[in-house]
């Protein structure tokens, strides 16, 4: 049997290496050097894929619900049963990773009873450490069941978080809805980068700010509402482009829900995120009505880094996956008529239109909205019939003779009476 290398095939003799000291190769030690060299890099290379993978799939989370909790998608519906008071009722799985840095949480949902307590842990930063429950610094909720929710956890950190509901009291089981969560830093509570002076007498915004009255669209004011003022004077600015948005939350049933939810969302962002006024300009329901959020010249805070400028418009619902509200023929034909009013107003361009998504890293309008975008630009910016022009009548007048005779013919009437 011949071993490759180790002899011939043919019946030649073998030739041996003469004995003695190898031959010196040139550059040696420095191809040992760079074999060396490469080996390692290739190993860090592969410890740093190995490691960093999990966070590039994290980080494929949208800007609405950065706590990702393996097999489960937004809106998260908890089943609450009810037990004795001061018993957990529910103890979920602790979430993904997450991509970022964070030390502030906020929850924003549907609380049907009130008689449950909301709790989150963060997860032990070590297999011996306790996890860390995180302290509440605030919470609302509204007669409708609508609320939200904000914790501080002890540091920054980055790790995962857990969902506990401690039963107070609950007569009936309830399903708990998270329409989404937020991961932020304290600093990011506030709209701007340092606060501003604000006079000690009321604020009153310049009328020219809003919207005026002859707009071609029903508009329900801020005062129809009841909005809260804002926290600081507004910031003016001036119109040059416009996005779509989608609430990601709750569908109001009727006109009346559609205001108390107009009341939570300011409140959320006013007193949850620390925000000067309701984020957007205009918030569409279901059933097609306009409401007016901040004055349409103002600056908003509905895209991250992208608001001045920006006129922010945002249908109430959540048209993603699996929630799939329904877009309706009421609520496309005010956006419409909102968007005509905008773009013919600011002589904002087709191209200048977008969809939040296309602004930033969110999922927002949702798929399904967000696949009207080409129909809805077609419809916004198709060429108009100019309307007509309503001259009004002139007064009728009568020539000058009818007109002496007939004061003739009164007088002979008094006179013969």
Not at 56 to 73: H, I, P, R
Not at 242 to 264: C, G, I, R
Not at 364 to 372: M, Q, R
């Amino acid at each position: 049997m011949c071993w490759p290398r180790r002899c011939s095939t043919d019946a030649g003799p073998r030739r041996l290496r003469p004995k003695g000291p190898a031959a010196p190769r040139p550059f040696g030690p420095a191809l040992n050097f760079l074999y060396g060299y490469n080996l390692i890099r290739a190993m860090i290379k592969l410890l740093l894929t190995l490691l960093l993978a999990p966070m590039l799939v994290y980080a494929q989370a949208g800007d609405e619900k950065d706590l990702v909790f393996a097999g489960q998608s937004y809106p998260l519906t908890l089943e609450v049963k009810a037990k004795s008071d001061g018993q957990v009722t529910y103890e979920g799985r602790f979430s993904e990773m997450p991509d970022k840095d964070y030390d502030v949480i906020l929850l924003q949902g549907l609380m049907p009873e009130p008689d449950i307590r909301l709790d989150l842990l963060g997860k032990g930063r070590s297999f011996f450490a306790a996890d860390v429950e995180y302290r509440q610094t605030g919470f609302r909720r509204f007669p409708n069941g609508r609320f939200w929710a904000r914790y501080k956890a002890p540091s920054t950190t980055r790790q995962p978080v857990k969902i506990l509901v401690t039963d107070l009291g609950l007569k009936n089981s309830q399903r708990l809805v998270i329409y989404a969560t937020d991961l932020l830093t304290e600093g990011e509570l506030r709209e701007r980068e340092a606060p501003v002076e604000v006079s000690t007498s009321a604020y009153v915004p310049e009328p020219d700010l809003f919207v005026p009255a002859t707009a071609p669209f029903k508009l329900y004011r801020r005062a129809d509402w009841q909005a809260q003022p804002p926290k600081e004077p507004f910031t003016r600015h001036a119109p040059y482009y416009f996005t779509l948005h989608h609430t990601q939350a709750h569908y109001p049933k009727n006109f009346d829900d559609a205001v108390v939810e107009m009341q939570f969302i300011q409140d959320f962002h006013q007193n949850g995120r620390g925000w000067n006024d309701i984020a957007y300009h205009f918030l569409i329901d279901p059933a097609g009505n306009v409401f007016e959020g901040r004055p349409i010249n103002v600056l908003g805070a509905h895209v991250k880094n992208r608001n001045t400028g920006n006129v922010g418009i945002s249908i109430m619902g959540n048209y993603h996956a699996p929630a799939h509200d329904k877009f309706t023929s009421l609520t496309q034909d005010s956006f419409v008529a909102v968007g005509r009013y905008v773009k013919d107003t600011y002589e904002i361009n087709i191209s200048s239109f977008y969809a939040h998504r296309e602004l930033g890293n969110t999922d927002c309008p949702g798929d399904d909205l967000y696949a009207k975008m080409s129909s809805l630009r077609g419809l916004v910016y198709a060429p108009q019939q100019p309307r007509p022009v309503e001259v009004p009548a002139a007064p009728v007048t009568l020539p000058a003779e009818p007109q002496a005779e007939s004061l003739r013919q009164l007088l002979y009437y008094l006179e013969t009476r």
